[in-house]
């Protein structure tokens, strides 16, 4: 099977390396070729280490790099059957793309776009053939995050979501189907872990290292909500959080946080910048401006229940909508962000009434919508 990939950035070589890896032919195009040179150096070296690791062959390390081939036109995606565009996150300049290689591939060629936040459905509108396109959503670094998110959009022809699904599967991913509706799944249900946390921290209750401690301790998260956010980079997580309340036409339950965008502005951005909530400047394990976060079991259960109370409600208000069926809104957050356990599964676990409960709490201390809870939460 012959793939495209256009864009050579992080998510473009590594999910060029997937489809190698499964033995796909595939064809890289990065409009700065530059890029493409210097993922392929790095990508030697992934598997110079993969090697190294004795986790595949020096041969199949070799085929690999060889299935990808270095494209300096688009004009060498003719022969594609499948194309997955991994450019700027940007939907004008992803519509010239698609624009441009609907001239160049077969009436066949399905196109796809790994956009984190843009409509599946607007991109293909400005096809000439939409029933063709759909969404192929991969988490980073896409050699290791098992997941991928599916998403057809409303003009996707039937069953391409199915053929795509078993596409991944055969790649050794975790697909899982979502709908077309701002953040997919993932990026969608997980905004209150982000976000409360950055509530708690604003309101003066906790501080990131309680809320990390409480988040690991209680919830056995391998990362709480502001190491992740230092990983991930704050910028990006930011603006994910502003392009989700934006398409919910500001809906207050993904407020952004004042605090992040201070944060933002002064690049304080966790690891690439050397210090964010955490300070990387000695190291790269976050090293704590607090020493003392001895906190009591009574402030650790409030952290905890906060927040997890609104991941909860977020996962039944997605099941509600029909965004995904149960089984991929568990393994969405299990194989997309690590999450020790299913949202729902979790609800079952602490009880739908006590999740409730606290949800009422809080909406009667603030008067706030934020706190609004789903319609199927009260009757889970
Ligand atoms: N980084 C992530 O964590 C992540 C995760 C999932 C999805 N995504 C999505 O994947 C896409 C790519 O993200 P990334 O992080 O790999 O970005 P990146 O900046 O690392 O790479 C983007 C690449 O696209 C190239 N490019 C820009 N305009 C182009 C054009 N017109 N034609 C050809 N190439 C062009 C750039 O030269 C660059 O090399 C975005 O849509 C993003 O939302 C990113």
Not at 106 to 126: F, G, H, K, P, Y
Not at 266 to 282: C, I, P, Q, V
Not at 356 to 362: E, F, H, I, K, R
Request: aromatic letters at 8%; a negative charge; glycine letters at 6%.
């Amino acid at each position: 099977m012959n793939i495209g990939i256009i864009g050579s950035g992080t998510m473009g070589i590594g999910i060029a390396q997937v489809a190698a890896t499964s033995g796909c032919e595939v064809f890289l195009y990065d409009a700065n070729s530059a890029q493409t040179e210097k993922s392929l150096e790095g990508l030697q070296k992934v598997l110079a280490r993969l090697v190294e690791k004795q986790k595949i062959t020096q041969e199949s390390s070799e085929n690999i790099f060889n299935r990808i081939k270095f494209s300096t036109e688009l004009s060498d995606f003719k022969d594609c059957d499948l194309v997955i565009e991994a450019i700027v996150e940007n939907k004008e300049i992803k519509t010239k793309v698609f624009q441009q290689l609907e001239e160049i591939v077969s009436d066949e060629c399905v196109i796809s776009s790994n956009t984190s936040s843009i409509s599946i459905t607007s991109l293909s509108a400005e096809l000439k053939n939409p029933a063709r396109f759909i969404g192929i959503h991969f988490f980073n670094p896409a050699p290791l995050m098992p997941l991928v998110e599916v998403i057809p959009g409303l003009l996707t022809k039937e069953n391409l979501a199915a053929e795509i699904y078993s596409l991944m599967e055969s790649w050794g991913k975790i697909p899982v189907i979502a709908k077309d509706v701002s953040g997919f799944i993932v990026n969608r249900i997980a905004r209150p872990f982000y976000g409360e946390a950055l509530r708690l921290v604003e309101e003066n209750i906790a501080t990131p290292e309680q809320i990390d401690e409480a988040m690991r301790s209680l919830g056995n998260f391998k990362m709480g909500p502001f190491e992740l956010m230092d990983l991930i980079g704050i910028d990006i997580n930011f603006s994910v959080t502003k392009t989700v309340y934006a398409d919910y036409f500001y809906d207050p339950k993904y407020k952004p946080s004042l605090l992040q965008q201070r944060m933002a502005e002064a690049k304080l951005l966790g690891r690439k910048t050397g210090k964010g909530f955490y300070d990387y400047s000695e190291s790269q394990e976050p090293r704590s401006k607090n020493k003392d976060i001895e906190q009591n079991n009574e402030v650790r259960e409030m952290i905890f229940m906060r927040i997890i109370s609104m991941l909860v409600n977020e996962a039944v208000e997605a099941k509600r909508l029909g965004i995904a069926n149960d089984e991929d809104l568990e393994l969405a957050v299990q194989k997309g962000v690590n999450y020790p356990k299913g949202l729902l599964a979790w609800g079952i676990e602490i009880g739908f009434d006590k999740i409730s409960a606290t949800l009422q709490n809080l909406y009667e201390e603030y008067q706030e919508e934020r706190y609004r809870q789903s319609p199927l939460l009260k009757k889970m």
